[in-house]
């Protein structure tokens, strides 16, 4: 069956150190979102794309970087963690033009 | 930019009764509405949505409405049961405007529902 994944679940990393996420989709999905989710602040925009090679910065862009080299993936990079960015972030997918939106499991980051 | 409001925050009700969360939306070309349920520890998951086209619409004990005109549209949950403890988030897009767009999403309601 199609679906959305992301590695790793769970994260320890230490101030500094640059950390990337996977998620990666089989709907063939042309956009993708990442979130974070923090308590009392909902699910923000971080960063997205609607095809390969595009992204676009979302609300609380500063501090991460995503590429998009094919349909299916879309890294999140933090360039040099900060305890700030400690937080369950979400990865997402939508089909263009169509309408639900199906959201990976989960990745919850820990900076110390 | 766009922005959507939601509230309350958190709602506590009875086993039973019913429940009410409601949005507002900044963006008047928004045409899509979509509430999603988010149970402890899992990933949120669309539960009902509502376009433009439609005032109101239904399943089950859910039920959103929707008015254009004032740019508010909510979340109804009639004869609560312990299983709609979750927090539930609203959101707003366009679509069919371009192949191209994104969800903006309210805070997030927890609700809690008491024996």
């Known amino acids: 069956d199609a679906e959305i994944t992301q590695s790793p679940r769970h994260k320890i990393t230490e101030t500094g150190r640059q950390v990337t996420l996977a998620c990666h989709q089989t709907?063939?999905?042309?956009?993708m979102f990442w979130y974070r989710q923090d308590l009392g602040h909902g699910l923000r925009l971080i960063h997205y794309?609607?095809?390969?090679?595009?992204?676009n910065k979302g609300e609380v862009s500063d501090g991460y970087s995503v590429s998009r080299s094919n349909t299916e993936d879309l890294p999140l990079t933090l360039e040099s963690a900060a305890s700030s960015q400690t937080s369950v972030y979400f990865c997402?997918?939508?089909?263009?033009?169509?309408?639900?939106?199906?959201f990976g499991p989960g990745t919850r980051l820990t900076v110390l | 930019g766009e922005n959507v409001e939601q509230h309350p925050s958190t709602l506590s009700v009875q086993e039973g009764d019913s429940a009410v969360i409601k949005c507002t939306y900044s963006?008047?070309?928004?045409?899509?509405f979509p509430w999603y349920k988010q149970e402890l520890g899992k990933r949120p998951q669309l539960i009902i949505d509502?376009?433009?086209?439609?005032g109101e619409k239904k399943d089950q004990r859910i039920a959103v409405t929707l008015n254009k005109t004032a740019k508010h549209f909510s979340l109804h949950i009639t004869e609560t049961q312990p299983e709609d403890s979750a927090v539930y988030f609203c959101?707003?897009?366009?679509?069919?405007?371009?192949?191209?767009?994104?969800?903006?999403f309210g805070s997030g309601t927890r609700l809690s529902i008491r024996p």
């Open positions: 794309s609607y095809g390969v090679h595009d992204t």
């Open positions: 509502i376009r433009s086209n439609v």
């Open positions: 997402a997918s939508r089909l263009t033009n169509a309408d639900e939106q199906f």
């Open positions: 709907w063939n999905h042309n956009n």
């Open positions: 959101a707003a897009s366009r679509t069919g405007y371009s192949s191209a767009s994104k969800i903006i």
């Open positions: 963006d008047s070309a928004s045409n899509y």
